[in-house]
């Protein structure tokens, strides 16, 4: 699947949850969705972003969190995973698994084609972990990936698209953290 074809389906899903969007998927998020609760994270912090997700998650527990990630992201703070564990929280950690790190010129990484994030995830004491390869598995198996309290961890395998450039946020970081605010009524 590709990553536009899976975060269409997250889209579809999202209920009235808050999305941080990290590196490629930054690009891609703003063709489905325009929310006030978008958040395109793209400070120099790569990896950072469901540490965010938490912190969002644990401010607001009844409207949940969805985090996506990029499997290079993921590599950058798996520690992470063990803080989400630990700390539940209606996160919902969708990590997009292309083997690459897209937006520095498609390099592979170190864990491409035999880390398993899932198994990772299980590893660190996360319970709610789903795994899906293609299209149809995701159409079929996202309302319950996203239904019942977090943490939740989603491993997508999803299309590289080389020739990537660097994603620039949608809204300058200033405008995003207002309208965020505002619309999480903390403004």
């Known amino acids: 699947m ?5 975060l269409e ?3 579809r ?3 009235d949850r808050i999305v ?6 930054i690009g891609i998020w703003p063709e489905f969705s325009n929310s006030p609760l978008d958040f395109a994270y793209i400070p120099s912090a790569m990896g950072h972003a469901p540490s965010l997700g938490l912190g969002l998650a644990l401010a607001h527990p009844k409207r949940g969190v969805l985090v996506i990630n990029g499997d290079g992201c993921m590599l950058m703070n798996l520690g992470v995973l063990v803080t989400l564990a630990n700390h539940p929280a209606n996160v919902y950690l969708i990590v997009l698994d292309n083997g690459i790190y897209e937006v520095t010129g498609g390099q592979a990484h170190a864990g491409a084609k035999h880390a398993d994030f899932a198994q990772l995830a299980r590893g660190a004491g996360i319970r709610r972990v789903y795994s899906f390869s293609t299209l149809e598995e995701w159409q ?4 319950e990936a996203l239904s019942g309290p977090g943490p ?3 491993w997508l395998k999803v ?3 080389m020739g990537q450039k660097t994603p620039k946020a949608p809204w300058p970081m200033a405008e995003q953290v207002s309208r965020l605010q ?3 009524g903390a403004a």
């Open 2 to 6: 590709s990553q536009r074809q899976a």
């Open 9 to 11: 389906v997250l889209a």
């Open 13 to 15: 899903h999202r209920g």
């Open 20 to 25: 941080v969007t990290t590196m490629s998927s």
């Open 140 to 143: 079929s198996g996202v309302g």
């Open 152 to 154: 939740v961890v989603v």
């Open 159 to 161: 299309e590289a698209r």
């Open 182 to 184: 505002k619309a999480l």
